[in-house]
């Protein structure tokens, strides 16, 4: 199956967009955007990440990978690990709790070809926390060394972590755990600016993360409430840090990549309805390449879509008939009826409504 390209008018529009990306460079590996797709659970499959490569990421993470069901051969957790070979620079993510877990299961993914390892230790998730995997690693940061050192002597890829300011308000540790991993060759550390006992609440403290990128001598990624592209565009503008994840804010915009780059910031996005429809289409295609399951394909593009259609007109009618929607090609022409009906229309995403507040930072 062939995968559908974008008419010339839509494609015209993200290759003049994507003119103005600067590259940045993280360890070994050159970027051709300071802007990266950051990793979801149950949202980084490789149709998305390729979706989001096409729309102007300049780099993507998986999902985050159990190192203990790697090792166990789960059929599902090997599915997590494929790597499609279209992607550009692709990073794995791997989650556990013991050194020697984590560099075996580091030889298995890499077996994948991705670009880069990179290790969880953000995740606030409590049943990942309770084993002492996600952001549980910050808490004793004597026994990092030893896990830094096991993935790093696994594989010849680049390895990297992304973390949080540390476990709560009375331990916050960036900046020693960024010390720990540039003397043990992580090559780049990618901070959210919350803790763990915030999860997903409050704000992300970008002053925490601007210091820690100023004094670090290996390259830092921030990350956290890049929602809108005037927030990314502002960031772009003042950050010493080498690059930025964006999270939640491509799922209602999945634009955000493009619309965040000109230097002024644009009162109305340049993607209108129809446009919408082309990059579904595509994710359709990518969809129906990547999984074999009728099922499958439908769970994993559904929720894409709703998200999608986000602040466009009786957006909420919409997801109220795709999820009563069995079947994917019904599935497809309720999006394809919906979308084209759209035509020239502009969206209003309401920026204050709760939006996946209990994760995807």
């Not at 772009?236 to 965040?260: H, Q, V, Y």
């Not at 019904?330 to 009906?341: G, H, N, P, R, V």
């Amino acid at each position: 199956m062939e995968t559908r390209a974008f008419s010339p008018e839509l494609q015209a529009k993200i290759n003049e967009l994507k003119t103005l990306r600067e590259p940045t460079k993280l360890g070994s590996i050159q970027f051709d955007s300071k802007l990266i797709l950051a990793p979801m659970a149950g949202i980084c499959t490789p149709p998305f990440r390729l979706l989001m490569e096409d729309l102007g990421a300049g780099g993507t993470v998986s999902e985050l990978i159990s190192a203990t069901g790697i090792l166990f051969e789960n059929k599902r957790t090997h599915e997590m690990l494929k790597v499609d070979e279209r992607e550009k620079n692709i990073g794995i993510q791997l989650f556990g709790e013991d050194a020697e877990s984590l560099g075996k299961a580091c030889v298995v993914a890499a077996r994948q070809n991705p670009k880069f390892l990179d290790l969880n230790m953000g995740c606030p998730v409590r049943k990942v926390v309770q084993k002492g995997g996600g952001s549980a690693l910050m808490k004793e940061i004597e026994s990092l060394a030893p896990v830094f050192r096991a993935m790093k002597e696994a594989v010849d890829i680049p390895v990297s972590i992304k973390i949080r300011m540390g476990w709560d308000a009375d331990g916050i540790n960036a900046d020693k755990i960024e010390y720990i991993a540039r003397e043990e060759g992580i090559e780049w550390v990618a901070i959210h600016g919350r803790t763990r006992a915030q999860q997903y609440t409050g704000l992300a403290n970008w002053d925490y993360i601007e210091e820690v990128s100023q004094n670090s001598k290996l390259p830092i990624i921030g990350n956290g409430d890049l929602h809108q592209p005037f927030q990314v565009q502002e960031r772009l503008e003042k950050t010493t840090c080498d690059g930025l994840m964006i999270a939640r804010g491509c799922l209602r915009n999945p634009f955000i990549f493009l619309e965040s780059l000109p230097k002024e910031r644009m009162t109305k996005s340049l993607f209108k309805g129809k446009d919408y429809l082309e990059i579904i289409n595509r994710l359709y295609d990518y969809t129906v390449q990547t999984y074999d399951s009728e099922r499958t394909r439908l769970v994993q593009i559904r929720k894409l879509i709703v998200w999608f259609a986000a602040g466009f007109p009786n957006a909420a009618r919409f997801r109220d008939q795709m999820f009563k929607s069995r079947e994917l090609d019904d599935t497809m022409k309720i999006a394809e009826d919906y979308f084209l009906s759209l035509q020239d229309r502009d969206k209003n995403i309401n920026y204050n409504e709760v939006f996946m507040n209990s994760g995807h930072g």
